[in-house]
Nanobody, 118 residues
Framework: QVQLVESGGGLVQAGGSLRLSCAGSGSISSINAMGWHRQVPGKQRELVGDIISGGRTNYADSVKGRFTIFRDNAKNTVYLQMNSLKPEDTAVYYC????????????WGQGTQVTVSS
């Protein structure tokens, strides 16, 4: 089992920055991918970006050039650095982890609200 705890959400003005953190505990050695997702009530949850075991990152087109995912293995923590924030980025952001034995993300954080004012 893996537990994920998110932090760093809040209110920011358009053009500003926030950094979200996702701290993992439990069977961390079983994880081979970490991803960030976001969701607005009534809409589909979308993948923002992810990072795989080799360190490669992928991003949705809507956030490329503005968001960066990086990790600190010593702290078992993955970060989402969000720059040049837009009102359209307002959502609940979720951290997720995928175990080697799973074909999809199977562990999820509690979510953290990000609100970008115009």
């Amino acid at each position: 089992q893996v537990q994920l705890v998110e932090s760093g959400g809040g209110l920011v003005q358009a053009g500003g920055s926030l950094r979200l953190s996702c701290a993992g505990s439990g069977s961390i050695s079983s994880i081979n991918a970490m991803g960030w997702h976001r969701q607005v009530p009534g809409k589909q949850r979308e993948l923002v970006g992810d990072i795989i075991s080799g360190g490669r990152t992928n991003y949705a087109d809507s956030v490329k050039g503005r968001f960066t995912i990086f990790r600190d293995n010593a702290k078992n923590t993955v970060y989402l650095q969000m720059n040049s924030l837009k009102p359209e980025d307002t959502a609940v952001y979720y951290c997720a982890a995928k175990a080697y034995w799973s074909l999809s993300y199977n562990y999820w954080g509690q979510g953290t609200q990000v609100t970008v004012s115009s």
